[in-house]
């Protein structure tokens, strides 16, 4: 077993895996296609420009794949903003150190009036995010908040600040099954432009995250890089390269793949690299045929059309009526948004159009069905 991912991503150079993938041919396209079980080169083929023309066979591959593995069916499931404080400066975080909003962290009380609200829609799958204020809401706030509101849910995901392996452990004693830590950009030089100071600014630290995880016995970890930041086909190869590693050293654990856009926010920055929706497409078929097992998830970032039409194509979770900001759901609906959603029709609406495509919709977490 590899230490960790660090030893295998500073084994490759960024310049030369773009143009690896830029310079994939019709030919290597078609033979990606045809194969039963693809590599990491074949999904270089399959995420770059000369896989264009054969998007309508990549989305017929996708969509079988995805139904014959779960179904015709899609998990919901909702996030839970806890707190907007954060010690980190990032440009694109509508939460960041230096804008200078409201600060809100949320009480038991209020945590609870939350869930209240996500269980009347009927959500049994929550994700609980925090901004990275480390004295404000630790390890012993997420600890607390777990505990809370544990016999609600059968699935508690957080989004918070990366943690050390024995305070992973911890949370998992106390009910946590899976966590999202999404490296925003895999470019080592953009990355520190974008979190100037605070501990996000730490590269290797939050690369080596996954694998503190997998260490600790965690049941699933989801991955992701935020597109916009730099160009969208490096970054999804090194989420990939970051994906089969952590399958290979620690294969008990599931995984799960997210592809946030850049969305406005309050003092946002413009993305350096545009993703098309045609991209996107692309790049969630890719990645089914890279893995067939794979969940893949899409939040309200994306529109009511992207999102009526990937749920067929891919896709196989997604939130409804999220709020970006702490006690958005009742506490206190008008507070500041990490960042704008797209998709604003409610639970209700997004259940009537998922049931009008034939898909069953699922509540629980996938664990429960395979």
Known sequence: ????????????????????????TSVDVQHALAKEKRDLEDFKALI????????????????MLTK???????????????SNE???????????FTNKIPR????DNEILEEVSFLKQKGYDHILLVTGEANRTVGVDYIKNAIELIRTNFSNITIEVQPLDQHEYESLIESGLYAVLVYQETYHEQEYKKHHPKGKKSNFYYRLDTPDRLGKAGIHKIGLGA????????????????????LQKNYWKTKYSISFPRLRPHSGGIEPKVEMTDTDLVQLIC???????????????????????NIVNLGATSMSAESKTNPGGYSVEPQSLEQFEIS??????????MLKGQGLEVVWKDWEHFS
């Not at 779960?70 to 839970?80: D, E, S």
């Not at 954060?86 to 960041?96: A, D, L, M, P, W």
């Not at 604003?344 to 997004?350: Q, Y």
Request: charged residues 25%; proline residues 2%; negative net charge.
């Open 286 to 308: 890719a990645f089914r045929l890279l893995d067939e097992d794979l969940e893949l998830s899409m939040s309200t970032r994306e529109s009511e059309i992207f999102r009526n």
């Open 104 to 107: 809100r962290t949320l009480t």
């Open 343 to 352: 998709d604003e029709r409610s639970t209700e609406e997004i259940v009537s």
């Open 86 to 96: 954060c010690q980190n400066i990032c440009t694109y975080c509508g939460f960041s």
């Open 226 to 245: 935020l597109f916009g930041l730099e160009d969208w086909r490096a970054d999804s190869f090194f989420t990939a390269l970051h994906l089969k590693y």
């Open 48 to 63: 770059s420009p000369a896989a264009k023309p054969y998007l309508e066979q990549l989305a017929q591959m996708s969509r």
């Open 68 to 82: 014959k593995r779960f179904g015709n069916t899609i998990q919901m499931y909702a996030p839970m903003y806890l």
């Open 1 to 24: 077993m590899n230490n960790s991912f660090k030893d295998i991503f500073d084994s490759y150079n960024w310049d030369d895996t773009l143009s690896s993938i830029m310079n994939k």
